[in-house]
């Protein structure tokens, strides 16, 4: 059987452009409609101020004045929320006692948060520690005016402790250190624009790599091999068995270096989740395959095979949510969703938690698995009764 899969697989993956563009479509599409949405758009500062101070006020009006950042202003719990779903760029907390911190040179009271890394982020944490050296600076170079302009008056002269002890820390406050954002909670459960953008197209294009992958049984109907293999040493059975699995992997191939790629090129927070995230496209895949392969029970030949299944895909995932949230879809829409393959998935991608698996995730691949394997049943139980009656 090694032998015959490894031969599928390699008729499978002859036609290379085909492939690349199953592999490339998803992650092309995300790009493009994400730098549309994207597109004059500010880079978007969280700022938490727990100090509540003068000082940390001239902070944030620097931020405002000397950068290109959307500033706005929220609670601790609204940040943690806004990078979760990545509604923020990056986040500020600054913490209580920054005006001590600033006053007497003693570690920083900032910290910077980021849900991901990349070229634009580091240029504005850049501009965010050059912020805060230039508060540094003009708060040292006011007391130093104030302490020569006092003289010996103790009561209007900073002190000189102070100031030496800004002066000498000022170099290392200036380096504010950006840390990663890790989701916790339930903040975990909610999925961001882009990763429903990808996960839907990525969805969309499983169903048209399982057709392209179905197509190898079509053309043995079309150049009568049926009747062929009633005389080989190897079980029908066995033959079926060895396709099925061929257009798994296939398909399992693809979606792989879709992850890999997104992960790589979108950096999200899914893809932190890759343990159930790969059950449910398994899952998923069974279900496509199973599907599929009932219908090329009655498929003759592969352009009404491909015309009649790749629409059918598209129409299954627009209804499904592959292409718009389902939330701002009308309520039949949303009802109809749950009896596609597709809105099922997303349904249990969205819902995807690192720490546990969800009921929602749970059910959709005990379903995919149990409809798939059901459909597979039936697919071969198809052809057996079709040999059978051509041998008699």
């Known amino acids: 059987m090694h032998v015959q899969l490894k031969t599928q697989l390699k008729l499978l993956f002859s036609n290379k452009i085909a492939t690349l563009a199953m592999i490339a479509m998803p992650l092309v599409l995300t790009f493009l409609l994400t730098k549309a949405n994207a597109g004059g758009t500010q880079y978007t500062l969280y700022i938490n101020d727990a100090d509540s101070s003068t000082v940390s006020a001239q902070y944030i009006n620097l931020l405002k004045n000397q950068t290109n950042l959307k500033i706005v202003a929220a609670t601790a719990e609204e940040v943690d929320h806004a990078l979760a779903v990545q509604k923020a760029d990056a986040a500020i907390k600054i913490e209580k006692?920054?005006?001590?911190?600033?006053?007497?040179?003693?570690?920083?009271?900032?910290?910077?948060?980021?849900?991901?890394?990349?070229?634009?982020?580091?240029?504005?944490?850049?501009?965010?520690?050059?912020?805060?050296?230039?508060?540094?600076?003009?708060?040292?170079?006011a007391a130093a005016a104030a302490s020569e302009i006092a003289g010996n008056d103790s009561t209007l002269r900073t002190s000189d402790a102070i100031i030496s002890s800004a002066l000498r820390t000022s170099s290392n406050n200036a380096a504010i250190t950006a840390e990663s954002f890790s989701l916790s909670g339930s903040m975990k459960n909610e999925t961001d624009n882009t990763t429903s953008t990808l996960m839907g197209f990525?969805?969309?294009?499983v169903g048209i790599i399982v057709i392209q992958g179905s197509r190898t049984l079509i053309d043995e109907k079309e150049n009568l091999t049926y009747e062929r293999m009633l005389g080989m040493p190897i079980s029908f059975l066995k033959v079926l068995t060895v396709k099925s699995v061929s257009i798994f992997l296939y398909c399992a191939v693809n979606v792989v270096i879709v992850i890999a790629a997104g992960r790589l090129v979108?950096?999200?927070?899914?893809?932190?989740?890759?343990?159930?995230?790969c059950l449910v496209f398994?899952?998923?895949?069974?279900?496509?395959?199973?599907?599929?392969?009932?219908?090329?029970?009655?498929?003759?030949?592969?352009?009404?095979?491909?015309?009649?299944?790749?629409?059918?895909?598209?129409?299954?995932?627009?209804?499904?949510?592959?292409?718009?949230?389902?939330?701002?879809?009308?309520?039949?829409?949303?009802?109809?969703?749950?009896?596609?393959?597709?809105?099922?998935?997303?349904?249990?991608?969205n819902s995807l938690n690192a720490a546990t698996l969800t009921p929602t995730l749970?059910?959709?691949?005990?379903?995919?698995?149990?409809?798939?394997?059901?459909?597979?049943?039936?697919?071969?139980?198809?052809?057996?009764?079709?040999?059978?009656?051509?041998?008699?």
């Open 202 to 205: 990525l969805i969309l294009f």
């Open 266 to 277: 979108f950096h999200l927070q899914i893809f932190n989740n890759l343990l159930p995230l």
């Open 362 to 392: 749970v059910a959709a691949c005990i379903v995919f698995t149990l409809g798939g394997l059901t459909f597979l049943a039936v697919f071969f139980l198809s052809h057996y009764y079709r040999l059978k009656l051509m041998a008699k």
């Open 282 to 349: 398994a899952a998923y895949l069974v279900a496509m395959i199973g599907i599929t392969l009932m219908f090329t029970l009655r498929a003759n030949n592969q352009q009404k095979f491909t015309a009649v299944g790749i629409p059918a895909n598209i129409l299954a995932g627009m209804l499904g949510g592959c292409f718009f949230p389902i939330d701002i879809a009308p309520k039949a829409i949303q009802v109809i969703s749950r009896f596609t393959p597709q809105g099922w998935a997303l349904s249990a991608i």
């Open 97 to 141: 006692g920054f005006f001590q911190s600033v006053e007497t040179g003693s570690t920083n009271k900032i910290r910077i948060l980021q849900s991901y890394q990349s070229a634009d982020s580091t240029l504005y944490i850049q501009e965010i520690n050059q912020c805060y050296d230039t508060l540094l600076q003009t708060y040292q170079g």
